[in-house]
């Protein structure tokens, strides 16, 4: 069943169809990665400009903003874009459209060490594949792989989203997933502490940001960490933000980023390649 605000945005944007003809805008469309910043001429008598994605309402402006982004779009689609100038009465004055394919965060992303401390030659450099996938429960999310013999090993999400629980593993399985974590954890942890097994405990998933929260235990007590992965642009570049922290002995025994003083347990990745 429709709501009477949803009716009402269905006739306002057939109205600005209608109309497109006129292309008085010169409605321009920049994308970067999942955001488009638009921007468009002024328009006489116009009191607002309205932007739909997709005959979705996305804003209002008032008469004086003649840029928007519309930002935290889904990667890899196309979109229709829409701003239509309208007066105090809300009649359509002039609509222009344009039609636009977002890019993707997919690709292979590094940080390399410029020191010689390097948790014993341990953390020389982090190397993270990232690959758009989508999942028809979540939606589109980051899968971030660590490169290993020539092949890929899957270390978000480390174990299977449809999970209700997610079972312990040990630290010395043979199974992928413990193979990633071992890799992972021996890049981090300055200590020589290992755990006897760990599991996913809490999990938040976008397109653009997702987290992990990892349960492990070692002589009986358990601890925990979260790794996040934050998709970004930064001067132009794709980034991936990536963040470990714990607390307590977790926490003293994680590699300190020696460039980072602020942020210790940050690492900015820049893309290197796309995919």
Known sequence: MFSCR?????????MA?????????????????????????????ASFYDIYA????????????FSYTVGGLDQDRTYRIVVGARD??????????????????????????????????????????????????????MEISIPYAGDELVIFPLQDLDE???????????????????????KFNTSSLRPGRFRVSRIFISPESSSVEMQSSAFGFKVTTTS???FEVRDGNACLIYETSGSGLVESALFRNPVNEEEPFTYEMTRVSEI
């Open 6 to 14: 949803k009716l009402c945005l269905v006739f306002v944007m057939f």
């Open 17 to 45: 169809v209608s109309i497109l003809g006129a292309r008085q805008m010169d409605l321009d469309a920049e994308v970067v990665i999942n955001d488009v910043s638009l921007s468009w001429a002024e328009i006489c008598g």
């Open 54 to 65: 997709d005959d979705v309402f996305i804003a209002r402006l008032d008469e004086d903003t």
């Open 88 to 141: 105090e009465a809300n009649n359509t004055l002039d609509a222009e459209a344009v039609e636009v394919r977002t890019g993707s965060f997919s690709g292979v992303y590094r940080w390399v060490n410029p020191t010689d401390d390097d948790n014993d030659g341990r953390l020389k450099e982090i190397t993270y594949i990232a690959r758009l996938r989508d999942n028809p429960k979540y939606g589109q999310y």
């Open 164 to 186: 209700s629980t997610w079972p312990w593993i040990d630290y010395d399985d043979e199974c992928d997933a413990a193979l990633a974590y071992r890799l992972n954890c021996e």
């Open 228 to 230: 996040y992965y934050d």
